[in-house]
């Protein structure tokens, strides 16, 4: 999805957002450095497949993706990371590794670590390896109705 077509939603829906360039990255803390936007409230996508159907699995980037705790919280039999070529072709128009977390607009669930609930506004990738976009929380979770659960490694107890 190119950035137009992101902008195009939210502006729809009467969503505000921020959008920041920032020098090109490749993982989530780069990022978050290179945009001056704090780790946790930086939110990395990650294309999983639950009980073979393909999700997002949204968390702080200073968080590990726990697939155990994930498959658990979601009642899913199977939990497992998604290899680049089963979803390569539904985000043709977005660089790999930096889709929004929008499966709304992919027709993929959403599951979110609810530790980014805390933050009042959330940063993402906005199909670009250069440009983030920022938003009120809330408007987001209006916007993309996820799913909240743990998934994050660091809060298994």
Request: with cysteine; hydrophobic share 40%.
């Amino acid at each position: 999805m190119p950035l137009k077509t992101l902008k195009e939603y939210l502006d729809r829906n009467h969503i505000r957002y921020e959008l920041i360039a920032h020098a090109p990255t490749f993982t989530s803390q780069e990022t978050a450095a290179s945009a001056h936007v704090p780790g946790r409230e930086l939110a990395k996508t990650v294309i999983v497949r639950l009980d073979g159907r393909l999700a997002m699995a949204v968390l702080p980037a200073t968080e590990r993706l726990d697939l155990e705790l994930l498959r658990t919280e979601t009642g899913a039999a199977e939990a497992r990371l998604a290899d680049e070529d089963e979803f390569r072709g539904r985000f043709s128009e977005c660089e790999l590794g930096a889709m929004p977390p929008f499966g709304n607009l992919f027709d993929m669930d959403v599951y979110v670590e609810n530790a980014l609930e805390d933050d009042e506004r959330i940063a993402f990738n906005a199909g670009t390896h250069s440009e983030i976009m920022r938003m009120r929380y809330e408007d987001f979770a209006r916007a993309v109705k996820p799913t909240t659960v743990r998934m994050a490694a660091s809060y298994v107890t």
